[in-house]
């Protein structure tokens, strides 16, 4: 793949160019707005730019009919809110003036293509994904400030003539939040998940439960979310997800064609479990609950009598709501458990995974364990367990530590953060190349970034963390390795804070990044 980029469009002494005038019709092939060059993140696998813009304006509409529609609607929702124009969407063939979605089955899966000319937007897709990351791309050629949630007059709405033919290099692009250290509300969630989307980022991993927090309700153990979701790190008063909740986020988020994956940590990480109910304990009491900012890693009792019961039910009732075809056991850091014991362990618990029709998701210390294909190891440690994963049949997550750890400091200057896989910059979440030497593409799902959030108390501290490092993650799943550059990237990154700006992210100001006013 290579990429191509011309830039005769932006040339402000061109005649017929100047910034100063807002065009009033669809038709600006000789129209006096400018457009800004293309500039996408993730970087496409071909982009060309072209002579001319496009400008929405009042008359503009939106042609897509059948399995287009509801992307169609949320393009309109999103830009109603900035432009004030109507944008109704309707069926046809018309893309003059217009801004048309429509598939082909010719492109690959995700792919889509894109062709803006001063006449008319063309967006074509193999699939509804595809389709939606086409208007990912769309809303990034706008003026920056197309992302704000009320009218912002006095804007040219102009887009820069340009073919973008894109797929991504990974099916799994991800990002994971831990909400059982700090807990963070559906509302809060479901705002990453639209920045997710203008990523391109296609999974959500939630982290439901550790030592120091329960965050799902499991209507056959209540006091699961009574007690054991009642606290978070430094005795807040928590909170959790009920069923409702949930399903709700699986399906804001599936409508953004982002797939959520629920973690349960077992059989480390287990202490507001054993903290919620006595029989989980081998002399019949409750643990007192944790609210440390230190990893304990509490065990489950692994010999329990309720053990295997209690780990069963919560997870057909987790499978029941969820209807993706992924559960995350979590399986690290299982201190207290005697290897052999580990290995029986999460052998059975991948008959309960099975028993669901899904596939295990485990952190590499799965790699160990002899488990039955297919099965998914994440790797964040160790790069020997995870090699063990794949010769034992499995595909990896590759989030390792030192460049995907996102409750890592991004250098010195930050007040909070950990240090312990060492700094993470903007360009250490960048320059890295996920697939480990000796192995292939095929061994991995692709790229996932996880934030740990045993000290992040806020959206304000989550924003600050994800954005921009998540972005950077992002064109890792995204863009062929020969198509990326580090360079490149942190001029892209320059132009694209104005997009967090609009969108009102709290994003770190590296100085890596000469970032545009
Ligand atoms: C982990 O960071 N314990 C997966």
Redesign the pocket.
Known sequence: MYFLLLLACTDPDKPGHSDSEIPESGDSGDSPAMAAPPSLIPRPSRMEAQEGSFVLTATTGIIASGDALATAELLAEGLRLSTGYPLPVTPGSDASGNIILDFDSSLPPEGYKLLVTPDGITLTAADGDGLFWATQSLRQLLPPENFQKKVVPDVAWVLPAVEVEDAPRFGWRGGMIDVARHFFTVEEVKRQIDLFALHKLNRLHLHLTDDQGWRIEILSWPQLTAIGGSTEVGGGEGGFYTQADYQELVAYAAARHILLIPELDFPGHAHAARASYGELNPDGLPLDLYTGEGVISTGLWLDGPSTRDFVEDVWTEIATITPGPYLHVGG??AIDSDPDDYSAFLQWLQGVVQAQDKSLIG?DEVGTVELEAPFIAQY?WNAENARNAVAGGGQLIASPAAHCYLDMKYDRSNSFGQVWAGYVNVEDAYAWEPVLSGLEDADFMGVEAPL?TEMVTDEAQMDFMLWPRLAAEAEVGWTAAADRDWEDFRGRLATHGARLDNLNVGYYASPEVEWQP
Request: proline fraction near 0%; hydrophobic fraction near 60%; aromatic fraction near 60%.
């Open positions: 690290d850091e952190w964040w740990w």
